[in-house]
């Protein structure tokens, strides 16, 4: 009775000694955050029988709400937008190896709250300029029987999402942690509609095709990759993560019901899936939030939860469109050259660049074999690997020499455990050679282990002046800001597929944009120019073919992110083909993003500003429509329309295309026609 009694009398004290203090504080600098129509924190803000909302954080605008509950038995937490509950009675517990559960038998010491709005510059990315604009509230959570251990509860809300992350401070009776899981949890209200892609283990390409079905259909304790999106009758939201950084990757499953974070385990770690020395923090978790679709899109909260540019010196980092032949096939129209890793068929390739303005050519491999010496199958490390020793007859050193003297600039592909054991030795070679980035592949796993592994080539490559496009990898989570040398991820099922089978359909396309792609970049080996009929598709290596219209691939170059847009396809499928002019001009990075129209998994419409010149491409699934985009973004002015739109004859030669050049205005609406499995891509210029 006399420890009730005594928790009874710390709530109430703890109430009143607070509020004074927060509503003093705040509204020195703020006087008008107390009023109902600017309240931005909030403490013991409301009573429903056993539980009460201790603790308030309220968005910029107003709009989301996040609140921490407690009851009797723990603290759990529930989100709102625009007076709507989304998310209620959601747990926050850890799971340690050593002490067990941290959660229960919890006391909430005074909050710490803070607002910031600065911006900042993007080296890469969707928009140039960023605007960091949230309220954020820090509560301890510290247990009130031994261990006695304490941990922060950081929270941020922004006009566009909620975020959250725990912070494992210095205390004086704990020095290291073992965390078997985090089980923080997601109860969503009502029956949303979901969009995600489910997996069947950690040890994953993030590569598979999208289910949509209602939350109540889900099957229990199945994991779900992120991001994942909830459609709860017209306000959307999407569940991701951000700053993963000495952690394990993050996953869902519904459990008794409720949706839960799983975390991915460390290889032979018996369970455990992140150890650490404290002080140590968690990646953040984010739920993006709205009833506008395309606010979702245009949100810059994943690179605004992680840390600024370390990278001290940018001036190398040069992002672009690249080749990648492995794609093709190798294909060399010259009948003269012999196929192989050899300089002439490299060449080829560097002169195909040099004439269209392509920035980057990708050396991979040929005939089933990398470039670089190695006794394996399959791309695999064999027992004799060494990644700074090309094949024989490749000399990657007058292959570098040669496309500098053309302007083009050479990047490789290497299996990760092939670079790995010899970092510094490989970004040394490949430095010296002239090298300019990779792609590093086959990393399949997202444990904390990997994670390390990835943060690390990441680093090492920024000393060598040398970008990172990883591919089987899992998504990003807003790492580019803080290294601009990250240029894309690949995380998906994409083109590469059609190598081999017949999976992916504009229908699929829709999906990953509208679940992977809010996550960031994506290297989804983008160009294909063969298009054919569905009852036409046979998967083949070489000149692989498409499904959807020409049209649709190119608005894929404005849709999809990728400050490294593949140019897959082989020299004579673009020279000379209609569309190809826009693809040369298209740039990979953007000072501006909107999202004009928007329907989950049916169409999309994007506009993205470089400069002054704004590229719209449109991308619809299997069914054909019409779509009415209104220019009222644009400023005052007349501007040059150069049109691409699906050919009416385009049913029977998919890479059939009109284009039309018009004079518009921000007073003009214009309708999209188009066809089944198409697009319409749009420049507009002064």
């Known amino acids: 009775m006399r420890k009730v009694l005594r928790k009874i009398f710390i709530a109430i004290s703890t109430v009143f000694l607070l509020v004074p203090h927060a509503l003093a504080h705040f509204s020195a600098e703020n006087p008008q955050v107390c009023s109902p129509s600017n309240r931005l924190f909030g403490v013991q803000a409301t009573t429903s029988g056993s539980e009460s909302i201790i603790r308030e954080l309220i968005s910029p605008n107003g709009q989301i709400t996040f609140s ?156 779900m990759d992120l991001p994942a999106l909830f459609d709860f009758k017209g306000t959307y939201m999407a569940i991701t993560e951000a700053a993963l950084s000495d952690f394990a990757g993050m996953y869902l499953i519904k459990h008794n019901g409720v949706l839960c974070s799983k975390l991915s385990p ?77 300089f002439e068929t490299n060449k080829h390739y560097i002169d195909f660049c040099a004439r269209n303005g392509l920035e980057y050519h990708s050396v991979v491999e040929q005939g089933g074999h990398e470039w670089y010496m190695n006794n394996g199958t399959g791309y695999q490390p064999g027992t004799e690997f060494d990644v700074t020793r090309p094949v024989e007859g490749l000399d990657m050193q007058k292959v570098c020499d040669y496309a500098k003297s053309k302007g083009v600039m050479i990047r490789v592909w290497v299996h990760w455990a092939a670079l790995y054991p010899k970092l510094e030795e490989a970004f040394t070679q490949f430095q010296k050679w002239g090298i300019r980035g990779l792609m590093v592949d ?132 673009y020279e000379n083909q209609p569309g190809f002019e826009f693809l040369k001009r298209i740039p990979t990075i953007w000072d501006e993003t909107k999202v004009l129209n928007a329907e989950v998994s049916k169409y999309i419409t994007f506009a993205r500003r470089k400069n002054s010149d704004w590229y719209i491409g449109t991308v619809t699934n299997h069914e054909p429509r019409v779509v009415t985009v209104s220019l009222a973004f644009l400023k005052a002015g007349s501007y040059l329309a150069e049109i691409y739109t699906d050919s009416p004859d385009c049913k029977s030669n998919p890479n059939l295309l009109i284009k039309e050049i018009k004079t518009v205005t921000p007073n003009d609406k214009l309708n999209l026609r188009l066809a089944a499995g198409g697009g319409e891509v749009i420049y507009l210029h002064q």
């Open 442 to 573: 086959f990393m399949d796993r997202d444990d904390q282990q990997m994670v390390n592994i990835q943060t690390e080539i990441l680093q090492r490559a920024a000393v060598h002046h040398l970008h990172i496009q990883f591919h089987g990898a899992y998504k990003p989570t807003g790492l580019h800001r803080t290294y601009p040398n990250e240029f894309t991820r690949e995380g998906t099922l994409n083109y590469e597929v059609n190598k081999w089978e017949k999976k992916i359909t504009p229908d699929h396309d829709l999906n990953v944009i509208f679940t992977r792609l809010l996550a960031g970049a994506t290297d989804y080996h983008l160009g294909g120019f063969r298009a054919v009929p569905d009852d036409q598709f046979i998967a083949r290596n070489i000149k692989p073919v498409m499904l959807g219209t020409r049209c649709h691939m190119l608005a894929m170059y404005v849709v999809l992110e990728s400050y490294l847009g593949m140019v897959c396809d082989s020299p004579d499928a």
């Open 68 to 223: 921490i509950v407690r009851d009797s038995l723990s603290l759990s937490y529930s989100v709102s937008y625009k007076s709507r509950d989304l998310i209620s009675k959601s747990r926050l517990m850890l799971d340690f190896q050593d002490n067990g559960l941290f959660g229960k038998d919890i006391d909430v010491a005074k909050p710490v709250f803070r607002k910031v709005d600065e911006s900042y510059n993007l080296i890469v990315g969707k928009n140039k300029k960023i605007r960091n604009q949230y309220t954020e509230m820090t509560v301890q959570m510290a247990e009130q029987m031994a261990p006695y251990r304490h941990i922060n509860l950081v929270v941020r809300a922004f006009n566009d999402g909620i975020a959250f992350r725990y912070d494992f401070p210095k205390q004086q009776n704990w020095k290291s942690f073992s965390l078997k899981e985090e089980n923080s949890s997601f109860n969503l209200t009502g029956n949303p509609e979901v969009l995600t892609l489910f997996r069947a283990g950690f040890t994953t390409s993030h590569e598979g095709l999208y289910t949509s079905l209602p939350y109540d259909a889900i099957h229990p304790d199945t994991l």
């Open 266 to 342: 460390l290889p032979g770690g018996n369970g455990v899936r992140v150890t650490g020395d404290l002080p140590h923090k968690s990646p953040w978790r984010v739920m993006l939030i709205s009833d506008r679709l395309g606010d979702l899109f245009e949100s810059n909260i994943l690179t605004n939860l992680n840390e600024p540019c370390k990278i001290k010196e940018v001036s190398w980092i040069k992002p672009g469109k690249t080749t990648f032949p492995r794609w093709n096939g190798t294909v060399v129209s010259d009948t003269t050259i012999v196929p192989g890793n050899n």
